[in-house]
């Protein structure tokens, strides 16, 4: 059993060659390398589309009723960092929604998103193919918010 996960490839290491055994070819070696780069630069690719998804999100709100700014969302690209700043990005994406669908008058749930996005947060550290599920379904729930806000007219002021 592979106690190791998504981080196999990364701990793949050729036998140690026996003395008097002949040195396997250079590429033997390299195998896994151009596989763990096709699998980061999928992850990397998704990350940025994510991102765009909650800026156009957080852009949709009105600069009143946003709790971050929506270039803020970036930061979840720096690793280890982004570990506490999911968090952070899940709690304001929620004060944001909520404050511009009170603001126009949408009846939705009081936080948006909130409790999908904070068990996708402990969920990706806790258990990755569960997180991963949790983070599809916020990303496409944060993306139909911003769809409503899109298509509901916009506020007038008196």
């Given amino acids: 059993m592979n106690l190791l996960g998504p981080y196999a490839l990364l701990a793949m ?5 026996q003395p008097g ?9 390299l195998v896994p390398l151009p596989l763990f780069a096709i699998v980061v630069s999928i992850m990397l690719v998704t990350t940025v589309f994510y991102c765009l998804s909650l800026q156009k999100a957080l852009n949709r709100c009105s600069p009143e009723c946003r709790a971050m700014n929506p270039g803020m969302v970036w930061l979840l690209l720096i690793p ?6 999911q968090f952070i ?10 404050a ?7 009846a939705e749930d009081p936080n948006p998103g909130q409790t999908l996005g904070l068990v996708m ?3 990706n550290l806790v258990c990755g193919p569960v997180g991963l599920i949790c983070w599809i379904i916020y990303w496409v729930k944060i993306t139909g918010y911003s769809s409503m806000i899109a298509s509901a007219s916009p506020v007038t002021a008196v």
Avoid: D, H, T, Y
Avoid at 13 to 17: H, Y
Avoid at 21 to 29: D, E, S, T, Y
């Fill in 100 to 106: 511009e669908f009170r603001k126009r008058g949408i």
């Fill in 89 to 98: 990005v899940v709690l304001n994406m929620a004060k944001s929604l909520a």
């Fill in 121 to 123: 947060c402990i969920a």
């Fill in 21 to 29: 055994q002949a040195q396997p070819p250079l590429w033997v070696n």
């Fill in 13 to 17: 290491a050729p036998p140690p060659v």
């Fill in 80 to 85: 280890l960092f982004n570990i506490v700043w």
